[in-house]
């Protein structure tokens, strides 16, 4: 991190826990994160939904959650906070691992694009994300 003045900042350190915010490098294929700090995958009830637009009325859904723009708002967040990776959960795989009726799925290109708002608000703060959705 530079300081406003442009001067480098020294990365915190603990005496327990020395390297946890030095940069950890994971080969070429992933690169380095910025820190050893790391948000596991979790469940947020921000995952939205893929209820068909047809069908909400007669759900009587209280909001029409067919965007990930609270999950993506709530990742940013932790991001600026200075995680080095997180992993995003809440959102199958596949059929076998749906959820429950209507939840968000990484199954199509259409998904994998709505869930794109969460990667593109990550990396606009700059830290890499990896899903254990498969995405």
């Known amino acids: 991190d530079d300081a406003a003045d442009g001067a480098r900042v020294p990365p915190l350190r603990h005496p327990k826990y020395p390297h946890l915010f030095s940069p950890l490098n994971l080969g070429p294929d992933i690169g380095t994160l910025p820190n050893r700090a790391i948000?596991?995958?979790m469940?947020?009830?921000l995952e939205g939904h893929s209820?068909?637009?047809?069908?909400?009325?007669f759900?009587?859904?209280?909001?029409?959650?067919?965007?990930?723009?609270?999950?993506?708002a709530y990742f940013a967040e932790r991001a600026r906070g200075g995680a080095g990776l997180m992993v995003?959960?809440?959102?199958s795989p596949n059929h076998e691992g749906w959820?429950?009726?209507?939840?968000?799925?990484l199954t199509t290109a259409d998904e994998a694009e709505l869930h794109r708002a969460v990667t593109d608000a990550v990396h606009a703060v700059r830290v890499p994300t990896y899903?254990?959705?498969?995405?």
């Open 39 to 41: 948000m596991g995958s």
């Open 88 to 91: 995003t959960g809440g959102v």
């Open 43 to 45: 469940h947020t009830g």
């Open 131 to 135: 899903s254990d959705d498969g995405g």
């Open 99 to 105: 959820l429950g009726p209507f939840a968000t799925q």
């Open 51 to 57: 209820i068909p637009k047809l069908l909400v009325p």
């Open 59 to 72: 759900l009587n859904a209280e909001e029409n959650h067919d965007t990930l723009e609270d999950l993506a």
